[in-house]
Nanobody, 125 residues
Framework: HVQLVESGGGSVEAGGSLNISCIASGVTRNAYCIGWFRQVPGKEREGVASVTSDGELNYADSVQGRFSISQNNDKTTLFLQMDDLKPEDTAMYYC????????????????????WGQGTQVTVS
């Protein structure tokens, strides 16, 4: 049974930093891909960053160099360190996972992921 629980969202001024977390259970016993997505009202949910069970990382162009995805040693918690935040980063951030290893072209696409957390709000002003 896969369960994803996000935390750590909040409000921050432009240029600031936030680190959000996702406790992931039932995922890392297998090959997997896990990542962060974000969504604002009226827009499609977009992929932000992902990591595979092999440790391969992928980032959206809009966050490359500012955001960093990582996991703790036992792979039970996923992190997203967000630096130099911009107002356009404001969104609900979701943790997502799938128990297969996706090809690079699919890792930031919503459809292959079938497990989702409830989201944590990030607001940049």
């Amino acid at each position: 049974h896969v369960q994803l629980v996000e935390s750590g969202g909040g409000s921050v001024e432009a240029g600031g930093s936030l680190n959000i977390s996702c406790i992931a259970s039932g995922v890392t016993r297998n090959a997997y891909c896990i990542g962060w997505f974000r969504q604002v009202p009226g827009k499609e949910r977009e992929g932000v960053a992902s990591v595979t069970s092999d440790g391969e990382l992928n980032y959206a162009d809009s966050v490359q160099g500012r955001f960093s995805i990582s996991q703790n040693n036992d792979k039970t918690t996923l992190f997203l360190q967000m630096d130099d935040l911009k107002p356009e980063d404001t969104a609900m951030y979701y943790c997502a996972a799938t128990i297969i290893v996706l090809q690079p072209a699919s890792r930031l696409r919503r459809r292959p992921y079938n497990h989702w957390g409830q989201g944590t709000q990030v607001t940049v002003s």
